[in-house]
T-cell receptor
């Protein structure tokens, strides 16, 4: 199984809603990532978890709250989002990277297309 | 953050033609990656490069890690319609936190039959 599965594929939410994006992998990867991607732009890193602990937060607003309940799951909790937060949210996973070694690079999920109205 | 300059921004070519795109940075990178992204999908890794001068092929795709460590190129030979998509270069610098990838702005490839 070399898949990263994201649910839902599409989500429309109001600015007062609370919703969650889910990501699951069964490759034994202990690093998991959230990226945000706007149309025709490259992915932008949001968060990195390593061994279920948050290791990178790219100054993401607190209305985005990540959670890594176990080594296979990664959630992104959304609350009080703005229309400009509408984007494709990508999850990725990889083995924990080791400096100086030839690493196995990240596998990306298909993404959740989020629309905030 | 790091700026990766990827060019060209878009290409319109005929089926069967060869394609070349490149990425440059102002900093030294120790990893260069090339991804392809289809509409509505996540990026898929095409080629990974880890050593200066390294030349790696994956079918009709060939990529090289520049000797200066500040650039990389991707060539696609004999393009076919399913090559359509956005190609991103990405990389890691020697000193950056592991897990942080810097992406280029992408090359949109269109292939006419």
């Amino acid at each position: 199984d070399t898949e990263v599965t994201q649910t839902p594929k599409h989500l429309v939410m109001g600015m007062t809603n609370k919703k969650s994006l889910k990501c699951e992998q069964h490759m034994g990867h202990r690093a998991m990532y959230w990226y945000k991607q706007k149309a025709k732009k490259p992915p932008e890193l949001m968060f990195v978890y390593s061994y279920e602990k948050l290791s990178i937060n790219e100054s993401v607003p607190s209305r985005f709250s990540p959670e890594c309940p176990n080594s296979s799951l990664l959630n992104l909790h959304l609350h009080a989002l703005q229309p400009e937060d509408s984007a494709l949210y990508l999850c990725a996973s990889s083995p924990v990277l080791v400096r100086g070694e030839k690493n196995t690079e990240a596998f990306f999920g298909q993404g959740t297309r989020l629309t905030v109205v | 953050g790091q700026q990766l300059n990827q060019s060209p921004q878009s290409m319109f070519i005929q089926e069967g033609e060869d394609v070349s795109m490149n990425c440059t940075s102002s900093s030294i990178f120790n990893t260069w990656l090339w991804y392809k992204q289809d509409p509505g999908e996540g990026p898929v890794l095409l080629i990974a490069l880890y050593k200066a001068g390294e030349l790696t092929s994956n079918g009709r795709l060939t990529a090289q890690f520049g000797i200066t460590r500040k650039d990389s190129f991707l060539n696609i030979s004999a393009s076919i319609p399913s090559d359509v998509g956005i190609y991103f270069c990405a990389g890691r610098t020697r000193g950056s936190t592991l897990g942080r990838l810097y992406f280029g702005r992408g090359t949109q490839l269109t292939v006419w039959p």
